[in-house]
């Protein structure tokens, strides 16, 4: 059972640039499609980006195209999320998340395991 856990979250203001960190227990990317999810206060979760095991792209939610980047380094079984001009609406508790499904899985149910999660607030 791998296990992830994200680091990186805290207070940033409104145009900040902060990145993400989710570190696996194991090596992940060959055996997992590797996602980060948000959910906002008040708000069901919702997909941002993955890095797709079969090919190994990335896709993003449509909303963060050009905004948000995610990344791998397979050295340190560790995936990230690059944030840039950030806004109040990204608040959220952000997640990485695993799943062992081939394509581009983007619905929280196709993931089987996890992290704890990261605040993100942004400061207008």
């Known amino acids: 059972q791998v296990q992830l856990v994200e680091s990186g979250g805290g207070l940033v203001q409104a145009g900040g640039s902060p990145r993400l960190s989710c570190a696996a227990s194991?090596?992940?990317?060959?055996?997992?499609?590797m996602a980060w999810f948000r959910q906002a206060p008040g708000k069901e979760r919702e997909f941002v980006a993955a890095?797709?095991?079969?090919?190994?792209?990335?896709y993003y939610a449509d909303s963060e195209k050009g905004r948000f980047t995610i990344s791998a380094d397979n050295a340190k079984n560790t995936v990230y999320l690059q944030m840039n001009s950030l806004k109040p609406e990204d608040t959220a508790v952000y997640y990485c998340?695993?799943?062992?499904?081939?394509?581009?899985?983007?619905?929280?149910?196709?993931?089987?395991?996890w992290g704890q999660g990261t605040q993100v607030t942004v400061s207008s």
């Open positions: 998340a695993a799943s062992p499904r081939f394509g581009y899985p983007q619905y929280g149910r196709e993931y089987d395991y």
């Open positions: 194991e090596r992940t990317f060959s055996r997992y499609t």
């Open positions: 890095i797709s095991r079969s090919v190994g792209s990335m």
